[in-house]
């Protein structure tokens, strides 16, 4: 099972992208979202994530900047992006699963990922 992430693109800096990731109505057991992003050269790290809950945790480097929310119904999660900057440049990934507390900031607590999506961010 594959999530559908969308909404990359170039942006100038101080710019804004939303990003969306869907998942399939049916197949999949999400209670927690995230979004990781992976810059040339360097290892994926985590943005941002929220769980069923409904706590929030960003990463320190997008707080204040970025935005996670979801739509249930839809089974959609989003990442407003504003103030972009040329280091938020990276390929964006979706992540879903039921991750705990001490996961939820790990690619090992998600079981289900889309395939990224490019932002690039000009200066």
């Known amino acids: 099972v594959q999530l559908q992430a969308s909404g990359g693109g170039l942006v100038q800096s101080g710019g804004s992208l939303r990003l969306s990731c869907a998942a399939p109505?049916?197949?999949?057991?999400?209670?927690?979202w995230g979004w990781f992003r992976q810059a040339p050269g360097k290892e994926r790290e985590f943005v941002s994530a929220?769980?069923?809950?409904?706590?929030?945790y960003y990463a320190d480097s997008v707080k204040g900047r970025f935005t996670i929310s979801r739509d249930n119904a839809r089974n959609t999660v989003y990442l407003q992006m504003n103030s972009l900057k040329p280091e938020d440049t990276a390929v964006y990934y979706c992540?879903?699963?039921?991750?705990?507390?001490?996961?939820?900031?790990?690619?090992?607590?998600?079981?289900?990922w889309g395939r990224g999506t490019l932002v690039t961010v000009s200066s």
């Open positions: 929220i769980r069923w809950t409904g706590a929030i």
């Open positions: 992540a879903g699963g039921r991750p705990i507390t001490s996961t939820i900031r790990t690619e090992g607590g998600y079981a289900y």
């Open positions: 109505g049916t197949g999949v057991d999400i209670n927690g």
